[in-house]
Structures are given as C-alpha cells and as structure tokens.
C-alpha cells in the first residue's frame, strides 16, 4: 500500500473511530436532513445551524461504514464558520470527486482528499457522500 493511501485510511479510520460533532442538538434554530441507505444499510442524519449565511454548527449521527460515518465527520469540521454558498460549493467539488467526475482541484478538501480513491470503488460511492447530500439539503430548506 503506498504512503498516501495508508494516510488517506488513517484519517478515514481516526473520523470513524472518533468522530467530531457526533450527537444531534434539540434546537429549533437547527435545520434536520435524514437520509437512508436501504440497499446498504448507511442512516445518517445531519444538522446545520445558520446565522447570517455562514453556518456556526454542523451536528450528525447515525449508523453505518466507516466511510459513511467518517465523512460525516469529516464534512462537520471542514464546512463549519463558511458561508453556506461556499459550503454548498465545495460539498458539490467533494461528490464529483468521489464520482469520478471532474471537479475544482484547487478545493481546499483539507482531510475529505481521503475519500478520493472512492472513485475506484462505485458501490461505495453512496457511502461516501450520503451526509454530503443531506447537509446539502439542510441548506436548502432554510
């Protein structure tokens, strides 16, 4: 295994072991996006706080893989105190990434650039960007 992709596994498994922002909030200033996976079995739930266009609070929980569970931890620590249209941009940029499609490399992905090798492996596609796709929706309900 090269160097990078054991870095890219440690990150994935330290966020999955050990996740950031784990635990929903009861607060009616947050927005709620649940999502399942039944072909797989991913149930994440994402919770985003918005003051001002720029979110102060990212929240998660769920079951599932530990890519599904790690990115939910990863997306909580790198989209919070951005403004939501730079969010909403670079959680676009990190599902094309994982899909293999083109996407903006000058994105700042900080610890998502370990979800990258996804590409290689469409089943886990989903699981990839299943809390990217409910964050998504919590900013556009507000």
């Not at 607060?27 to 985003?48: A, F, L, M, R, W």
């Not at 989903?126 to 507000?142: M, N």
Request: aromatic share 8%; proline share 2%; with cysteine.
């Amino acid at each position: 295994m090269s160097d990078l992709k054991n870095l890219y596994r440690q990150i994935i498994m330290e966020h999955y072991k050990n996740p950031r922002n784990k635990g929903l909030i009861d607060d009616d200033t947050y927005v709620s996006e649940h999502i399942k996976n039944p072909s797989c079995g991913d149930d994440v739930t994402i919770q985003s706080k918005v003051e001002s266009g720029v979110i102060k609070d990212i929240r998660h929980d769920g079951t599932g893989c530990s890519i599904c569970c790690s990115s939910a931890s990863v997306l909580s620590e790198l989209l919070k105190n951005r403004s939501t249209d730079e969010a909403l941009k670079i959680s676009e940029e990190y599902v094309k990434m994982v899909k293999s499609e083109a996407f903006d490399t000058t994105i700042e992905f900080e610890d998502a650039w370990a979800y990258e090798g996804i590409k290689d492996f469409p089943a886990r596609q989903k699981c990839a960007s299943i809390a990217w796709k409910a964050f998504d929706q919590t900013l556009k309900k507000k």
